[in-house]
């Protein structure tokens, strides 16, 4: 299955990357323009389900840089460097005759030109070099190059900012973009496929868990129906109050963040002890929550990681599912939808919980814990109003109807 990339960019840089990204292979690249860097913000928020995020340059990076931290999908941006500026000033050399002393250009950070001078030893007179930052609109930037032109200071500009390079072309200015070089777009590119590669990886490497549980076999059945429901888990009883859970690394941390740990705990009266190992097999994972069990008191849950560090207790996180929302764009896709305010939340956390952005009514009927059938006209009227679409089908595993595979359509993020 190719890795669906979302990014964040210029119209320019946009053609830019095109050209390219046929040199990687199983990717799927879905552009978000913006006409501004400051526009990146608002963009940020229409991302559809994706794998990764890429960010096409530092500016638009800065803008939302705060905002990253919230995504569920690994992020990655282009950073202007020395390469960059290396290569556009051979571009300027070779197809322009032009002194760099006779040029204005605009960078992310001015040293970068100047290392990039003293590796290729030049010695003449400085370009004018302009630094770029979020405190100051591009349109300043823009001044500052045309005012070197109309006091006949310069013969050309080289800029970083798209929109400025566009003005420039517009009021006749000899201009080129900053050029970021090949290898640098097929490096960026292959990095974001690789975290997100590494990110299911992860989410998908061995729990297992270990439950130990008082005499009460009435309270018992209760707590290990809640607990392997809350972490999608398998049991083998070993003894009878002993159990070993089998799960996931991403099954259990949903569960955390979704505090159906920290709600069990809290309706439980009866005590009993939990831990979880990570591993990249089985065996490795069930060693690693037998050393976990030992920091175990009651009420308190420990993991120990394949890394051999020790989490706990938990649970310790902050993260909510509201039951109800105010949020307009939730209560405009209900209304759209008829559905609920509490089904379309839920659907945008199931998709910000998956590592892929397809999914089958199976795969949604278990998440929302309703009948199939149910699913099934949740997704019709997505369908229907545009906020689903049906991508491919897959093979069950065993005889059977294939499943239809779909993708959400609207911004989750």
Known sequence: MSTKIAVLCSEAFKKRILSIAHNI???????????????APTLLKQIKPCDALLLGGTLPYLHVQSLLKTLPIPWNYMKQ????????????????????????IDVMNPIFVDNVLTDIEYSGPKPYVYPISIAEAPNLILQKHIKLWQEKNIDFV????????????????????????????????????????????????????????????EANTYILNH????????????????????????????????????????QVEHPFKLAFGYGHSIFEAAQNAK???????????????EHKNLLGPFPNTEAKISLKTNDPYILQL?????LSPLNISKIINFSRE??????????????????????????????????????????????????????????TY
Do not use: C, W
């Open 25 to 39: 292979d199983d990717i799927q690249l879905e552009f978000y323009l913006y006409n501004q860097p400051a526009d």
């Open 81 to 104: 460097d020395e390469t960059a500026i290396s290569t556009t000033l051979l571009s300027l050399i070779t197809n322009h005759t032009i002194s760099l002393d006779r040029v204005s």
């Open 158 to 217: 080289i800029t970083s900012i798209h929109t400025v390079f566009d003005e420039l072309q517009d009021l006749n200015i000899p201009a080129m973009r900053m050029l970021d070089a090949t290898s640098s777009i097929i490096q960026y590119l292959e990095e974001t496929k690789s975290q997100s590669l590494l990110t299911k990886s992860e989410s998908v490497k061995a729990a297992v868990g270990l439950l130990e549980l008082s005499d009460n076999n």
């Open 227 to 266: 607990i392997t429901a809350a972490t999608h888990s398998t049991f083998k009883q070993i003894t009878t109050n002993y159990f070993e859970l089998y799960t996931t690394a991403g099954h259990l941390q949903n569960a955390f963040e979704k505090e159906n740990m920290h709600k069990l705990i809290q």
């Open 291 to 305: 050393y976990a069990l030992k920091f175990a008191k009651p009420f308190e849950i420990y993991i120990l990681d």
């Open 334 to 338: 209900a209304k759209q939808t008829n």
């Open 354 to 411: 998956r590592q892929s952005s397809q999914f089958t009514s199976h795969n949604l009927s278990e998440y929302l814990q309703v009948s199939r059938r149910t699913t099934e006209r949740i997704i019709k009227k997505l369908v229907d109003q545009g906020y689903a679409k049906i991508v491919g089908e897959e093979m069950p595993h065993q005889q059977g109807r294939p499943r239809t595979i779909y993708e959400l359509n609207f911004a």
